[in-house]
C-alpha cells in the first residue's frame, strides 16, 4: 500500500531535551515536506526536500533541522525543544510538480512542557 | 506577499449543495489544490486546477479564476461524511505549498 509513515503517532517530552520524528514513504517520491498545524492559522511548511541531499527551508524553519540521506526518508529534529514548538506536524510527499498533490502521514502530535 | 482566505466555519444540510470560496494574494503559483481533512486525521486530496475554469470529480468540483484570484469548491448532494475542514492551497513553484487557514465545514440532518 502506498504511504507516508511517520513516528511517533503522540509524543510528550520537556524542554531541551532532543527528539527525532521519523518520516517514510514508499511511493519513490522526490519532494518531502515537514509542516506544523496550530489552530486558526493552518498548515505552515517548516522544511522541505527535492531530492536526497537537497533541502531548503519553508516559511518557519526555525527551531528544526532535516536530514535526506536516502530519497525514502526525511526525519525532524527538533535540537532544543521549546513550549511554543508544540503543535501538530504532518509529513508529505509528492512527485512535484504543479499537478502533483501531497500524500500526507498521520501526523504526530507533540507536546513540550 | 503570498496569503490565502477562507471563510473559518460553514454550516450545510445533508443533501444539499455547497460552495467554499478561497481567495488569495500572490505573485504567481502553479496549481491550486484542495484537500479534505477530518478531525484529527491527515488531510487528503480532493482535486486541482491548473487552468481556469471547473474541474468536476465526482460530488466535488473545483473553479478557479487567476485573473480574480478566486478559487471555490462545490460539494453536492451533501453528506453527513462531509463534515470535515477544507483546505485550500496553491503550489507556488520550486516545491513550495502554501495553504489557507482551511473552512469547518458542518453537515447537519
Known amino acids: 500500500e502506498a504511504q507516508v509513515t511517520q513516528n511517533p503517532r503522540y509524543l510528550i517530552t520537556v524542554t531541551g531535551k532532543k527528539l527525532t520524528v521519523t518520516c517514510s514513504q514508499n511511493?519513490?517520491?522526490?519532494?518531502m515536506s515537514w509542516y506544523r498545524q496550530d489552530p486558526g492559522l493552518g498548515l505552515r511548511q517548516i522544511y522541505y526536500s527535492m531530492n536526497v541531499e537537497v533541502t531548503d527551508k519553508g516559511d518557519v524553519p526555525e527551531g528544526y533541522k532535516v536530514s535526506r540521506k536516502e530519497k525514502r526518508n526525511f526525519p525532524l529534529i527538533l535540537e532544543s525543544p521549546s513550549p511554543n514548538q508544540t503543535s501538530l506536524y504532518f509529513c508529505?510527499?509528492?512527485?512535484?510538480?504543479?499537478?502533483?498533490?501531497?500524500?500526507f502521514g498521520n501526523g504526530t502530535r507533540l507536546t513540550v512542557t | 506577499g503570498q496569503n490565502i482566505d477562507q471563510p473559518t466555519e460553514m454550516t450545510a444540510t445533508e443533501g444539499a449543495i455547497v460552495q467554499i470560496n478561497c481567495t488569495y494574494q500572490?505573485?504567481?503559483?502553479?496549481?491550486l489544490f484542495w484537500y479534505q481533512q477530518h478531525a484529527g486525521e491527515a488531510p487528503t486530496f480532493l482535486s486541482y486546477n491548473v487552468l481556469d475554469g471547473l474541474e468536476e470529480k465526482g460530488r466535488f468540483s473545483s473553479f478557479l479564476s487567476r485573473s480574480k484570484g478566486y478559487s471555490y469548491l462545490l460539494l453536492k448532494e451533501l453528506q453527513m461524511k462531509d463534515s470535515a475542514s477544507y483546505l485550500c492551497a496553491l503550489n507556488t513553484g520550486g516545491f513550495k505549498t502554501i495553504f489557507g487557514a482551511g473552512t469547518r465545514l458542518f453537515v447537519k440532518a
Open positions: 500572490t505573485s504567481g503559483f502553479n496549481g
Open positions: 508529505a510527499s509528492s512527485l512535484g510538480g504543479a499537478r502533483s498533490p501531497l500524500h
Open positions: 511511493m519513490n517520491h522526490e519532494y
